[in-house]
């Protein structure tokens, strides 16, 4: 299976992620976990120059996002999948929904488009969004790249998008309750693995 999540900075996303990927292990599963933007060597490059570099027009941020995006699905997460293994990965392509399809409004539908020209059409089976309020998740969150700097009123905008990503995408995305301890939450995300498998 192909799991993704997804979440403001501070949502706690990482976190669950981390979590998900142990408990499959520990139940003997063969998993790659892996991130965005990065996770390969031309990634790692493209995620400097979008969250250290300089200031960018919203197609050329979409498009650098779907480069890495292109790279990591080619060269990591179908070969993995190809070969029986589980991969989680830390966002995927409903980061790029969000915050440059609905947040800085190029538009849902030309996004996917462009992201499923680059992965091959490679989309998660599922999704797990992790809620919180803008507000918290800006107070826990550690990072403070060119995207998080631009401050409350995105991040308020990009947690609406996910929302509204969820609502589009009712079979494929799950929306979970961040405002809980993390176990609480990872069970969550354990029993809606369960139920499906
Ligand atoms: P983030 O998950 O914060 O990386 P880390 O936690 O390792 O610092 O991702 C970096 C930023 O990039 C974050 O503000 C969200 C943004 N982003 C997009 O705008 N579009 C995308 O497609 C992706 C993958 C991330």
């Not at 027009?57 to 589980?86: C, K, T």
């Not at 915050?99 to 849902?108: C, D, E, K, W």
């Amino acid at each position: 299976m192909f799991i993704t999540f997804e979440g403001l900075d501070g949502s706690g996303k990482t976190t669950q992620a981390e979590l998900l990927a142990e408990a499959l292990r520990a139940e003997g599963r063969d998993v790659v976990s892996t991130r965005e933007p990065g996770g390969t060597p031309l990634g790692e490059e493209v995620r400097r120059l979008l969250l250290e570099g300089v200031e960018m027009s919203p197609w050329a941020e979409a498009a650098l996002f779907a480069a890495a995006r292109a790279e990591l699905a080619q060269a990591v997460i179908a070969p993995a999948l190809a070969a029986g293994r589980e991969v989680v990965c830390d966002r995927y392509v409903d980061s790029s929904l969000a915050y440059q399809g609905i947040a800085r409004g190029l538009g849902v539908d030309r996004v996917l488009m462009l992201n499923l020209n680059a992965t091959e059409g490679l989309l998660p089976d599922l999704t797990f969004v992790v809620l919180v309020d803008p507000e918290v998740a800006a107070a826990r969150s550690t990072g403070s790249d060119r995207i998080e700097r631009e401050g409350l009123e995105l991040q308020r905008k990009v947690d609406a998008a996910y929302r509204e990503l969820a609502s589009m995408f009712p079979n494929r995305i799950t929306t979970v309750d961040g405002n809980r301890p993390p176990e609480v939450i990872a069970e969550e995300i354990r029993g809606r693995l369960r139920q499906l498998s």
